[in-house]
């Protein structure tokens, strides 16, 4: 258990049986009377959010969450498979469980897989990914003057805003974190 005075930002508590994540939190201690920690909160498992106010004398439930390290194995038709790196046992996770993060999946990625009740929750892939881009339109030269981007798509159809440099051909770092371009991998 927690106290309401452990509340932060990114701590995994469970409320009514479901895990939660605190995606903001706020501490205000009024003239007269308790503290009060008003929190944030996304459940985990069905993706709502919601605010819930703590005072500081009330105790919140650690959540029963289970980290374990996958390996990103196949694609089988809308189903991605990741196997277990201690027990070789594999899981299959949806398009819709995955979301954007699927763009970013290469063959054998390490990724760090969360469960709740040996259900699988969130996945964490590694923060920087290099993907080649397929198609963009060729840029002009000599317009360096300012940060001019330009749309560009990656081999599974995901589409970036890239500087105007960028070719066909050309491999992009992409952040997996918020889908934007990081910079150019240079060849050699």
Do not use: W
């Not at 201690?29 to 703590?54: H, M, V």
Request: proline share 3%; aromatic share 10%.
């Amino acid at each position: 258990m927690y106290n309401a005075s452990d509340l932060k930002k990114g701590l995994k508590i469970e409320i009514d049986g479901d895990p939660c994540v605190i995606t903001d939190f706020q501490f205000s201690k009024p003239g007269k009377g308790q503290a009060l920690y008003r929190c944030k909160i996304k459940n985990l498992s069905t993706g709502t959010r919601f605010d819930k106010t703590y005072r500081s004398v009330e105790k919140v439930k650690k959540a029963a969450l289970e980290s374990r390290d996958f390996t990103f194995s196949y694609q089988a038709g809308d189903d991605f498979v990741f196997s277990d790196n201690d027990t070789y046992e594999e899981i299959h996770l949806t398009t819709e469980q995955l979301g954007d993060s699927r763009y970013f999946i290469v063959e054998d990625m390490q990724v760090e897989i969360l469960f709740h009740n040996n259900k699988a929750l969130d996945v964490t892939l590694p923060n920087f990914v290099e993907k080649e881009i397929t198609e963009t339109e060729p840029g002009a030269r000599g317009d360096t003057a300012n940060n001019v981007m330009k749309p560009a798509f990656i081999d599974n159809g995901y589409e970036i805003s890239v500087p105007i440099f960028i070719n066909i051909g050309d491999t992009v770092r992409i952040d997996t974190r918020t889908g934007d371009y990081a910079d150019r991998v240079s060849k050699g």
